[in-house]
Antibody, heavy 122, light 111 residues
Framework: EVQLVESGGGMVQPGRSLRLSCAAS????????MHWVRQPPGKGLEWVSS????????GYADSVKGRFTISRDNAKNSLYLQMISLRVEDMALYYC???????????????WGQGIMVTVSS | QSALTQPASVSGSPGQSITISCTGT?????????VSWYQQHPGKAPKLMIY???KRPSGISNRFSGSKSGNTASLTISGLQAEDEADYYC???????????FGTGTKVTVL
């Protein structure tokens, strides 16, 4: 079964850091680009960051650029999101998602994790 | 990058067809045939319904169809069913610098 499981969320104070992880199983992880998408409580989806299958292409939303770093470890079938200088507006449910296209350009998000909550509050 | 514009809500009776629009710009929807649509039920993760404007992933009903004209993409749900009641989001590739932009979301209500 194709599965993505996020971990590492929790409650932090503004200005602190957090590292999210996403464990992948059921597919050849290093064949696919991976993505992070977030959803603030009661609001819509917001794309956060993407990384190509071999990490040579990385993109960030303007709202997180310079503060968040996406990375992957293909040997461990894992995706990461390092978040520093967290702000109240970063509070959201964070999803990792798999790209639908094998070893190609970015396309669509066909498999999603269950999401992990990040709460930023003093 | 601004969010793509969707109607806040669309409703229809069982069996009817509805269409959700998704308006972007010549930098995103208008430039790439990489528009996707996601269905999200309350408390659940989003589910891919349409990708590359009009393709359906395996297992998605052919009642769901997608199209694009200029800077506007559309999702049509035909033969509306109670289980189609959910939030729907469009998403477009927007270039290598900031690859993706989501739509504002549309709540579909089955009357």
């Amino acid at each position: 079964e194709v599965q993505l499981v996020e971990s590492g969320g929790g409650m932090v104070q503004p200005g602190r850091s957090l590292r999210l992880s996403c464990a992948a199983s059921g597919f050849t992880f290093d064949d696919y680009a991976m993505h992070w998408v977030r959803q603030p409580p009661g609001k819509g989806l917001e794309w956060v960051s993407s990384i190509s299958w071999n990490s040579d292409r990385i993109g960030y939303a303007d709202s997180v650029k310079g503060r968040f770093t996406i990375s992957r470890d293909n040997a461990k079938n894992s995706l990461y999101l390092q978040m520093i200088s967290l702000r109240v507006e970063d509070m959201a449910l964070y999803y990792c998602a798999k790209d639908i296209t094998v070893a190609g350009n970015y396309d669509a998000f066909d498999i999603w994790g269950q999401g992990i909550m990040v709460t930023v509050s003093s | 990058q601004s969010a793509l514009t969707q109607p806040a809500s669309v409703s229809g009776s069982p069996g009817q067809s509805i269409t959700i629009s998704c308006t972007g710009t010549s930098s995103d929807v208008g430039s790439y045939n990489l528009v996707s649509w996601y269905q999200q039920h309350p408390g659940k993760a989003p589910k891919l319904m349409i990708y590359e404007v009009s393709k359906r992933p395996s297992g998605i009903s052919n009642r769901f169809s997608g199209s694009k004209s200029g800077n506007t993409a559309s999702l049509t749900i035909s033969g509306l069913q109670a289980e189609d009641e959910a939030d729907y989001y469009c998403c477009s590739y927007a270039g290598s610098s900031i690859p993706y932009v989501f739509g504002t979301g549309t709540k579909v209500t089955v009357l």
